[in-house]
């Protein structure tokens, strides 16, 4: 069911052309503005039933970002007891869910590239922006480090650099969109030993999801997740255990963030900007906490300024003191000395007070 490479090669083509006009893409998103997705966008399936939980897809993710290596190796399973989600580091995770006696499920977890993105939305100066290919990528020379897409993603993807002083990024999958670009597979779909992952055209793979679903009943839910997931999503689910024990939320509706904002909101006129001064809401926050933490700051400089003083005046103190007694000690020295001279002075005059008399002795 994989994508043909000349049509795939094609596709990309002609989205890379319609896309890039400076360099990235022109493309939508970041507004809260509904927009009903790019049709003949891509996206991958995962195949739950298929996946062996071998961590080759979170080894080629690191490897094809060029990420830090982990401590542990990816040939290390014990990690997948935990249950572990992505970071600033890792694009991409596999967790183990256990069911009775039953064989253990293995689910990959990673940004889940939404039709309609929340990060997009959320994101006033369009850093995050969905793609003609279906990949939500990120653009750091416009960031400007609210971290209101952190806040908005349904899925809590996008993570923070926050180990980075000078330039801390979001990040998080990019559906390999450099990749896409020049016509190959995303990293972690062709590391794949199982064909869990599958790409191809969005609309191709529901199909292909839907014929498994019908053509095994017994293997799978009636559910694709992902078809309609928050307006949906470029990545796509099949299992065979309910989605909700297995990590992953079915809470979410069916409703596009944007959707969800504008519809209602909308309709109301008093509360028709609502969307925008939420968002000013939390960057007030965001903003707050700045401010503390810059409050902070000047109060711990103040007080080591103070400390500094404090030890500072004391030093003057002792130096004084010691120059004080240092002088006492040259006075006394020199008045000494002086007290001395003239009493050896005192003694030479009797000395000379005297002689004449003797001299005189000496002529008689
Ligand atoms: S999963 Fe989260 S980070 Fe990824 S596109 Fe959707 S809202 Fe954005
Ligand atoms: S698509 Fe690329 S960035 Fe995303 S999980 Fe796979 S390898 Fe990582
Ligand atoms: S490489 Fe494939 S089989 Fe292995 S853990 Fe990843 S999705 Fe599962």
Partial sequence: MAISRRKFLSCIGAAALTTTTNGLSKAYGASNKHF??????????????KCIGCRKCEAACNKVNELTQPEKSFEDLSILDQKRRTDA????VVNKFKHDTRAPVFVKKQCNHCMEPACASACFVKALNKTKTGAVIYDESLCVGCRYCMIACPFEIPAYEYHKALTPRITKCTMCYPRLLEGKLPGCVEACPKEALIFGERDKLLKAAWQRIYRYPDQYLEHIYGE?????TSWLYLSKHPFSKIGMREDLGKKSAPELTTGPLSAVPIVVGLWPVLLTGVYAISKRKDKITKEEKEKAVAQTTALAKEDTEKKLEALREKMTREKTSAINFEVKKALEEAEKTDAADKTDDKAPEESGKEEN
């Fill in 36 to 49: 009903k997705g790019h049709p003949d966008s891509f996206g991958i399936l995962h195949d739950i039933t």
């Fill in 89 to 92: 580091n890792i694009y991409t």
């Fill in 228 to 232: 309609h997931e928050m307006g949906g």
